[in-house]
C-alpha cells in the first residue's frame, strides 16, 4: 500500500496542475470569475462530458457561444430563462444544436431547472446541500434526491426523452461519472478544482445552515481511463463500471487518504489520456496492491 500511494503522489506531482486544464471540461469553468457563471457552465461542461474528447470540447464551446449570442454572461442566460418571451427565443436558437444523445432543448431543460434550483435554494450546492447530511459517508443519498426532485420538477414545454440521459442517478446503478465529475469540481479546492460548495465559498449565503460538501464525501468519477486503471491496479474487482465498483474504488483510496479519496481522479484521468496504451499499468504496477 505504501508502493501504491507513492506511485499515485507521482502521478499526482506530474499531472494534478493548471497546464493540463485543457485536457478536461473543468477548463471551460476556469474562464469565468463570477459563482454563478462558474455554476452554471460547470453543470453544463460536466453533463457534456461523454463521448469523444474533441466532440466533447465542440459541443461545450458551441453551447456557451449560443449563450453569449443570448444574454451578456452565463448567470444572466439562466436567470432570464423563466421569463416564457426569453425561453421561446431560447429554445428556437438551440433548435439545431445537438451533442451525441442530447439535443439543443436538453440544454434548455437543463438551465430551466438550475434557475428553478436558484429561485428556490439561491445556488444549485444550497439546493443539493439541502439533501446533504454532514453524518452522510457519501454523496449517494443527496445525489439521488436532487435528481428525483428534478426529474419531478414541472416544465413549460416539451422536452425529448433524451434529456434524462443528463440526470443519472446511484439508485439507477449508474456510476453517475459526470455527476460525481461535477461534485469533485464543488468539494475540492486546488489550482484545478474550484471548492464551490465548501466553506468559505462565495455562495456559501445560499447553503443551509451548517451545511458544506466535505471532500471525504466524494465518490470516485469512473470514466474509461480511470476505470480502467482501477481495475488493473486492483482498486475493484468489478468488470462493470457501476455504482458499486465507484464505491468499491472509493473505498480503496479512502485507505490512501480518508480526508479526500477522488484527488487523484484528474491526474489519473491525464495518465490514460496522455498516455493511453502505451502504458501496461497491469503488467507494471499491478502487483503494488
Not at 47 to 55: E, W
Not at 193 to 202: K, R, V
Not at 266 to 271: D, E, G, N, V, Y
Amino acid at each position: 500500500m505504501i508502493e501504491m500511494k507513492q506511485f499515485l503522489s507521482q502521478i499526482e506531482n506530474n499531472y494534478q496542475r493548471a497546464q493540463f486544464l485543457s485536457s478536461d471540461p473543468i477548463e471551460f469553468v476556469h474562464h469565468y470569475q463570477d459563482p454563478w457563471d462558474q455554476e452554471a457552465i460547470a453543470l453544463l461542461a460536466s453533463l457534456l462530458a461523454y463521448g469523444n474528447v474533441r466532440q466533447i470540447r465542440k459541443s461545450i464551446q458551441e453551447a456557451i457561444t449560443r449563450i453569449s449570442e443570448l444574454a451578456e454572461s452565463p448567470r444572466d442566460f439562466v436567470s432570464q430563462l423563466q421569463d416564457p418571451a426569453f425561453l421561446k427565443k431560447s429554445l428556437q436558437h438551440f433548435e439545431d444544436y445537438v451533442h451525441r444523445f442530447n439535443t439543443g432543448r436538453d440544454i434548455i431543460r437543463l438551465f430551466e431547472l438550475l434557475n428553478q434550483s436558484w429561485r428556490t435554494h439561491g445556488s444549485l450546492g444550497g439546493h443539493f446541500l439541502s439533501y446533504l447530511c454532514p453524518e452522510d459517508e457519501t454523496i449517494e443519498s443527496a445525489l439521488n434526491q436532487l435528481i428525483t426532485n428534478w426529474k419531478e420538477a414541472k416544465s413549460s414545454f416539451t422536452f425529448p426523452k433524451s434529456f434524462y440521459y443528463l440526470l443519472t442517478a446511484p439508485q439507477d446503478g449508474s456510476c453517475c461519472k459526470r455527476w460525481c465529475m461535477l461534485l469533485r469540481w464543488m468539494g475540492r479546492k486546488d489550482e484545478v478544482d474550484l471548492g464551490l460548495w465548501m466553506q468559505a465559498s462565495p455562495l456559501c449565503s445560499t447553503f443551509p445552515a451548517g451545511r458544506t460538501l466535505e471532500s471525504h464525501q466524494l465518490v470516485m468519477p469512473l470514466d474509461t481511463h480511470t476505470g480502467r486503471l482501477s481495475q488493473s491496479l486492483g482498486l475493484t474487482q468489478r468488470k462493470s463500471l457501476n455504482w458499486k465498483a465507484a464505491i468499491e474504488v472509493t473505498k480503496s483510496f479512502k485507505a490512501l487518504d480518508p480526508l479526500d479519496p477522488v484527488r487523484y481522479d484528474f491526474a489519473l484521468s491525464r495518465l490514460g489520456m496522455l498516455e493511453g496504451s502505451k502504458l501496461p499499468i497491469h503488467h507494471k504496477w499491478g502487483t503494488i496492491v
